[in-house]
């Protein structure tokens, strides 16, 4: 199960570094890379929940053999796309893959370990696959852009799908709820509109503007079919999201912690992997090395929390981790346009151990606290909060980078032609490709004007990220079940607090 979701992960955040290069092969414009990276958030987030609840009554185990047998397709399709919209279209396939597999594989873990230590290290265990498949997104990417075409980053599944899908046939114990009653499909219709229009809005933010009409209808229509859909949920003879999980204190606030630890996660990567590519001057197979670290610490810091959760309890363990996160974010919002990779490399050491701790301690709260009947739809609200914290992150992250980076660029005293100055605010990337065309002097100053501009930029973007996290400290403090109490935060043992 883990070894398949490494993949998963890793597809999350693969296509970064080949985003350049797919301008060239297939003459993508600035939006369609958008929609090729967003088009696999889109369709995971919005459909996660129903494909939760289709596990508890159909049967994890097929249902994520199925997701598993639709992402490797949709990546094979996705290596050999000749145009932007086949490739979107794959990417959108993979999404749907996505979430079938996410909550199955957690409810299958839940119901081969039941409770105890050797179900949070199995969560340990799977919580560090999802992380590092997500870190090491770049630096797999990086090494086969250098080596082979930008396929190559879509086929590395074709080989890792086919064994997860013969050793899943051979070693994974079918389940499903006891009580798994009949589909709900108003619920699921309701579920998957509601989702999908809160992440159009998102992702759409911060290129139309949060304030802009399209982005406030879309929020607005998301807030009432949510409304709806827990009205229905509370009428419905069988609910696909029965509303009495979320009486679980330890769900509940796993469910928000992870959220906030996504946000930190992956909009601290989206900002990282530019810094290390543009402003340190590292090629991707190098940017994706100087990433390595992240990923092991969190390979370490998964199965870690796994053994301290027992022992110190979920408030303890989640807290540590996000303060860490905070710090991460901290410690990049304050980087000069000097400094060199040693304050990224500590940064990244504190995103892998943060997110491992953050990731593995709420996945195992909201599994502990959920009967057999609900794991799966259970799984897919901590997949869901995963889903809303990265799409949120990279928009809210990358809208604040984007904004100050233009504006200092704006006030750079380099001189250039103000259809070059256009161009360049779109991105760091398209104002050094720029400045390579401008003659001697002008060309470097260029650069470097820029620069200093996107390191400008990661300072409102990384403290917003350091301030979430920090609030999710205190609400880690403030909201979790402590040390000794039950899944639904009631104490049991005198010395609990």
């Known amino acids: 199960m883990s070894v398949s979701l490494l993949v998963v992960g890793l597809d999350t955040t693969v296509l970064n570094v080949a985003l350049p290069t797919l301008v060239e092969e297939l003459g993508a414009s600035t939006s369609q890379l958008q929609w090729i990276v967003d088009s696999y958030a889109l369709m995971s987030g919005s459909l ?108 590395i599944n074709l080989p890792i799908g086919i064994a997860g899908l013969i050793a899943a046939a051979l070693l994974v114990p079918d389940s499903r709820a006891p009580e798994s009653g009949r589909l709900d499909p108003a619920g699921a219709l309701l579920s998957v509109v509601a989702v999908a229009s809160v992440l159009w ?41 029965p509303l009495r999980i979320f009486r679980h204190r330890a769900l509940a606030a796993g469910d928000l912690l992870v959220l906030l630890g996504a946000f930190a996660l992956i909009g601290t990567l989206f900002v990282a992997v530019q810094h290390l590519q543009f402003v340190l001057g590292y090629s991707p197979g190098q940017t994706g090395l100087r ?77 502990g606290s959920l009967p057999e009947k609900d794991l799966g739809v259970g799984s897919a609200t901590n997949s869901a909060a995963i889903q809303l914290g990265a799409a949120s992150g990279v928009a809210v992250m990358g809208s604040l980078l984007s904004d100050r980076y233009r504006g200092s660029l704006d006030d750079s005293p380099s001189p250039v032609p103000e259809s070059l100055l256009d161009s360049a605010k779109e991105s760091l990337g398209t104002a050094l490709a720029l400045a390579e065309r401008l003659p001697g002097e002008a060309g470097t100053a ?48 005198k010395d609990s607090s």
């Open 291 to 367: 990433l390595g670290p992240a990923a092991l610490a969190l390979l370490v810091a998964g199965p870690l929390a796994g053994v301290l959760a027992p022992r110190l309890g979920m408030r303890a363990v989640a807290a540590v981790g996000l303060a860490m996160l905070s710090a991460s974010a901290a410690v990049l919002a304050t980087t000069e346009a000097t400094d060199g990779y040693s304050r990224a490399l500590v940064a990244m050491l504190l995103l892998g151990w943060g997110a491992g701790f953050v990731i593995t301690v709420t996945s195992d709260a909201i599994v």
């Open 48 to 155: 996660v929940l129903f494909c939760g609840s289709l596990a508890d009554r159909l049967g994890r185990k097929w249902i994520f053999m199925s997701g598993l047998a639709l992402f490797t397709g949709a990546s094979v399709v996705a290596a050999y796309a000749g145009s932007v919209t086949t490739l979107v279209l794959a990417r959108g396939a993979m999404g749907v893959g996505e979430a079938l597999i996410m909550p199955a594989t957690l409810a299958v873990i839940g119901n081969v370990f039941p409770s105890g230590a050797e179900r949070t290290k199995a969560i340990g265990i799977w919580s560090a696959a999802v992380g590092v498949g997500t870190v090491i997104g770049p630096m797999v990417g990086g090494w086969l852009l250098s080596h082979y075409w930008w396929g190559s980053v879509f086929l």
């Open 446 to 493: 260029f650069a470097e004007a820029a620069r200093h501009a996107f390191v400008d930029g990661m300072g409102p973007a990384m403290f917003a990220g350091a301030g979430v996290t920090a609030a999710g400290v205190l609400l880690a403090l403030l909201l979790t079940p402590s040390r000794g109490a039950d899944t639904t935060g009631t104490t049991h043992q």
């Open 201 to 241: 809005a998102v992702i759409e933010g911060p290129g139309r503007g949060w304030t802009s009409s399209p982005v406030l209808a879309a929020f607005a229509a998301g807030a009432l079919l949510v409304v709806a859909f827990l009205a229905w949920q509370r009428r419905a003879a069988s609910p696909m999201l």
